[in-house]
């Protein structure tokens, strides 16, 4: 399985690979192995010529497995490394999906500080959260002082791979590059302050992404997965895709109606039940806590709550 990944080495971001359980930089894997054309700048970069560079990622990958003896002084463990969100500067805001899976709409539905007792499910709900706020595995999520109400959500992330617009829902996979782990927080104070999601869905830093992207010709039916999250080791949420009440053609296929998706959106895609606010006793992220989010076959995103 081809897992990507962007990371911070001096400052400058960097595009890598894992090497079975190791991580290398791309381009100097490839100028070792004599793949010397293969020196993709960025993330998107890489994901927007993919047809052309895939086949050679995947090659200088292999190769690099049956070297790993002669490249360890190149490799680098995961421990020692600054994880970035895998598309760190996206070209516009992340697109998300609001309320996508019944659970947790009927779980919001009963929690103490909403009020009201009906939502309507027959259309997908969009929203967007700024590009500030994406992070990588390991960094810490700034608790902002305007809130007090910080929530996890796990949701497994789509990264577009081709342009397109008013696609049809049997063709929305060709324009998908991948799919990595992400933990859409969400400070509810501010949403019922604001009466809308966008101010609360948007706090700098707030939205960790990765640790890697799984390549969609290597993860098989996203529709099929498990999502998990835990918060200090206890387990909050525990499902599956195949709960959502909109699947990722529908959901793709309805966002691209008059608006052209392009290399390197990400799209988030909801969450399922167990979140902080509609608890027994709702429970909010504190500086101090630890939050794990997990995507079947798509790794664990683990980051800190600090102050801000």
């Known amino acids: 399985m081809l897992k990507l990944l962007t990371y911070d080495?001096?400052?400058?971001s960097r595009v890598g690979v894992y090497v079975g359980d190791k991580i290398g930089h791309i381009p100097r894997l490839a100028g070792i192995l004599?793949?010397?054309g293969l020196n993709p700048a960025g993330m998107v970069e890489l994901i927007e010529n993919w047809e052309e560079l895939g086949p050679e990622v995947r090659g200088m990958a292999g190769d690099a497995e049956k070297n790993a003896a002669d490249l360890a002084g190149v490799l680098m463990d995961p421990d020692d490394v600054a994880f970035m969100a895998?598309?760190?500067?996206?070209?516009r805001n992340v697109l998300c999906m609001g309320l996508n899976y019944k659970d947790h709409v009927n779980e919001g539905l009963k929690a103490k500080d909403v009020q009201t007792d009906k939502v309507e499910l027959d259309e997908p709900i969009f929203f967007t959260k700024a590009p500030?706020?994406?992070?990588?595995?390991g960094a810490g999520i700034p608790r902002h002082n305007c809130?007090?109400?910080?929530?996890?959500?796990v949701e497994i992330a789509v990264i577009i791979g081709r342009s397109g617009i008013n696609i049809p829902r049997e063709e929305v996979y060709a324009h998908v590059f991948g799919y990595c782990c992400a933990n859409d927080i969400s400070a509810r104070d501010i949403q019922r302050r604001h009466k809308q999601i966008f101010k609360g869905k948007t706090l700098d830093r707030s939205c960790p992404l990765g640790p890697f992207i799984v390549p969609k010709e290597d993860y098989g039916d996203p529709m099929k997965k498990t999502l998990k999250s835990w918060v200090n080791g206890e387990l909050r949420q525990d499902s599956t895709t195949a709960n959502m009440i909109h699947d990722i053609p529908g959901m793709?296929?309805?966002?691209s109606e008059g608006l052209t998706l392009k290399p390197g959106d990400i799209f988030l895609t909801g969450t399922p039940s167990g979140v902080g606010y509609a608890r027994e006793t709702p429970?909010?992220?504190?500086?101090?806590d630890v939050v794990e989010v997990e995507v079947e076959g798509l790794g664990r995103l683990k980051?800190?709550?600090v102050e801000a």
Do not use: C, W
């Open 303 to 305: 980051n800190p709550v």
């Open 34 to 36: 004599g793949r010397r």
């Open 283 to 288: 429970s909010f992220l504190q500086p101090g």
């Open 86 to 91: 895998p598309v760190p500067n996206p070209g």
């Open 252 to 255: 793709l296929a309805s966002l």
């Open 9 to 12: 080495y001096r400052g400058v």
């Open 147 to 153: 809130s007090k109400k910080y929530d996890y959500e």
């Open 132 to 137: 500030s706020t994406l992070i990588g595995h």
